[in-house]
């Protein structure tokens, strides 16, 4: 399964890129999964519902299927944070995966990165960002492009991994 990544600083338009590169080659006919890294605590259920029931009795895992979706929610009860390689393993195959996040993981990535932020770049410090799509134009060893220029960003992602 390919892999490409999207990291950037707290506001740095990491979701808002992942969204339009997800439009874009889904557009473009590929089938394109997301992985995202969340630094806080999270829950995609809700207090009362009968899946939130099961988790909060002490389920390891609960499945909520129905006709349109379905979801499988792992609590980790105290177990270490799953790396990457194993979460990627759970995932169905695809033609690319996009991962907002892990920023210290060895994968190919994109910085995203606005001006407003004040936040250096991570691109000098980390050889596995190959390229910056910032709001400015930083001067960098590195192909630097136009936070908004989805189609050109999406090229450039599906170049370096072959499709």
Not at 20 to 46: I, N, Y
Not at 65 to 89: I, Q
Request: with cysteine; net charge neutral; glycine share 8%.
């Amino acid at each position: 399964m390919r892999l490409y990544g999207i990291v950037g600083w707290k506001n740095s338009g990491k979701t808002g890129l992942m969204e339009r590169l997800v439009t874009e080659m889904t557009g473009r006919g590929l089938s394109v999964s997301t992985l995202k890294h969340a630094h806080h605590s999270f829950d995609v259920d809700q207090p009362g519902k009968d899946s939130y029931r099961h988790r909060h009795a002490g389920a390891s895992e609960v499945l909520l299927a129905s006709a349109n979706r379905w979801v499988l929610m792992n609590e980790l009860r105290g177990a270490p944070e799953p790396a990457l390689p194993e979460l990627l393993d759970r995932l169905s195959p695809v033609d690319l995966v996009l991962v907002e996040g892990y920023k210290r993981d060895s994968h190919p990535k994109v910085e995203a990165h606005r001006a407003a932020t004040g936040k250096a770049l991570i691109a000098p410090g980390d050889p596995s960002v190959r390229a910056v799509a910032s709001d400015a134009h930083p001067t960098i060893d590195r192909p630097v492009f136009c936070l908004d220029d989805t189609a050109v960003i999406a090229d450039f992602i599906l170049r370096e991994v072959g499709l």
